[in-house]
């Protein structure tokens, strides 16, 4: 399955000759696949903008070169073919970092999984020390599964909090304040692979769009509830993350001139009501107390009024935000990630209650309100999914 050697010799393309537009076409259906699970002939008419008549003789094309394989499905009611990447033994490396975790996901070309592994971080740990017990990790991974170094195309991290995508370094204001200054460079240095790095909240909105249920739609909001919050912003099928990489920091979007101090220093901010550090607080003297997330979700599950109560403030906090960030942007869905969306309608319905009283009546009644369906994981296979998408894969390759 994985072999090793020298790197295969491209055919030399004339440019602007036919050869050089086939060459061009080929390359762009390849990218939209590397962007997604599998995608149907007729999405990937509409992503490309080539015909359809194009994209099959591509897609045949791909399929006799062994680069990608074909299924039946149904789409819309109508018989569809769908197309996704071979797997040519080429691996990506997702891992997410959070506040007393590492999840490590190792996922072929074609999207499946092939490993994954979490580990437990103490609190505050030293941001040195889990690069270290990452890369120590991933190295066992890797030869148990059998996979040889030169298989790996590059590792995605994902941090909490607010990266310049420009320097590659993490900045202040994270949720883990062990990490800033942290750089691409200090990451290599560990993992001794290419890599890539994205806040959690980005790629929990990559996730949903690659992954999931919503492949398809083209404007989504990934709001990441925990210790901090924060949003990925998925724009007419692509990403948005601003000029330096900051947008989405919604964490700290002031609710109330005189709330609460938060850690970027403004007060009242959106953290400072609905994080699950606030939420942990608030119950810290209730008949029954939370110390963890885990806590919160169980009582609330049980129907505990106090715990009840404070997810339902919170939830109608974030359901207002959500609001303004939809009446700016008019998304198809908003999914909510983090650790709380194992509540399911406990935490959704009163998101949508705030949704609905502050956004325009027909926004708030066209956008859908749904828990991620991949809970912790999302961060790590959307690194995992960052990395597959800026390979670029030449089919004219003998």
Known sequence: MYSEGAEPQKRRIKPGSQSALKAFNQRSVTQRLLGSASLTQAELSRATGLSTASISNIVRALVQDGIAETSPTISSGRRALLVRLSNNGAVSVGIDFG????????????????????????????????????????????????????????????????????SQTVIHGNVLPEWIGVSVSDIENHMRFPVVIDNDANLGALCEVTWGPHS???NLIFIK?????????????????????????????????????????????????????????????????SSTTADIVRLALDGDSETRRVVEDAGFAIGRMAAIL????????????????????????PIRRGLNQYAMPLISETTT????????????LGAAALVLSQQDIHPFVV
């Open 326 to 349: 939809s009446d700016v942007l008019n998304p198809h869905a908003v999914v909510i990630g983090g650790p709380l969306s194992a509540m399911g309608e406990v935490f959704l319905e």
């Open 216 to 218: 398809s739609t083209e």
């Open 225 to 289: 509830v925990g210790t901090g919050i924060g949003a990925g912003l998925i724009i007419n099928g692509r990403q948005f993350k601003g000029a330096l990489g900051l947008s989405g920091e919604v964490g700290h979007i002031p609710t109330s001139e005189h709330g609460l101090l938060c850690r970027c220093g403004n007060r009242g901010c959106l953290e400072t009501v609905a994080s699950t550090r606030i939420m942990i607080e608030r119950l810290s003297l209730s008949e029954h107390p």
């Open 99 to 166: 506040r007393s975790h590492v999840r490590i996901v190792i996922v072929t070309l074609d999207y499946r999984i092939v490993a994954e592994q979490t580990l437990s971080l103490e609190i505050r740990y030293s941001a040195l020390h889990a690069l270290s017990l990452a890369a120590e990790r991933l190295d066992a991974m890797l030869c148990e599964f059998h996979i040889p170094r030169t298989a790996v195309l590059g590792v995605g991290v994902g941090i909490p909090g607010p990266i310049n995508l420009r």
């Open 369 to 380: 309100v749904t828990a991620s369906s991949f809970g912790d994981r999302a961060e790590a």
